[in-house]
């Protein structure tokens, strides 16, 4: 069982910024990437942005230039820094893990932490 649990989010103004973070722990015997979604509301899920097990990064185009990616392996944690946030930018947003247990390759969710960018 893998457990993800996220932290955040929040009421942020235009042009501000928030930190979101998602720790995972539980039977992973590797981390292969971790990644970011956001789902607005009457909208799909969508990728935010994504961190391979050897730092390669990609990241939506909507948000390339204002929001980064990183991990810290040692904490099986991923952070999302959103700068010059906009308003399109209120969605939930989803920590993603893929990761390999049991000889098998997996994905897990996070429960979603709640982004939301208005004056």
């Known amino acids: 069982q893998v457990q993800l649990v996220e932290s955040g989010g929040g009421l942020v103004q235009p042009g501000g910024s928030l930190r979101l973070s998602c720790a995972a722990s539980?039977?992973?015997?590797?981390?292969?990437?971790m990644g970011w979604y956001r789902q607005a509301p009457g909208k799909e899920r969508e990728l935010v942005a994504v961190?391979?097990?050897?730092?390669?990064?990609n990241y939506a185009d909507s948000v390339k230039g204002r929001f980064t990616i990183s991990r810290d392996n040692a904490k099986n944690t991923v952070y999302l820094q959103m700068n010059s946030l906009k308003p399109e930018d209120t969605a939930v947003y989803y920590c993603?893990?893929?990761?390999?247990?049991?000889?098998?390759?997996?994905?897990?969710w996070g429960q979603g932490t709640l982004v939301t960018v208005s004056s």
């Open positions: 993603n893990l893929d990761y390999s247990s049991d000889y098998q390759l997996k994905d897990a």
């Open positions: 539980g039977s992973i015997f590797r981390i292969n990437a």
């Open positions: 961190i391979t097990s050897g730092g390669s990064t």
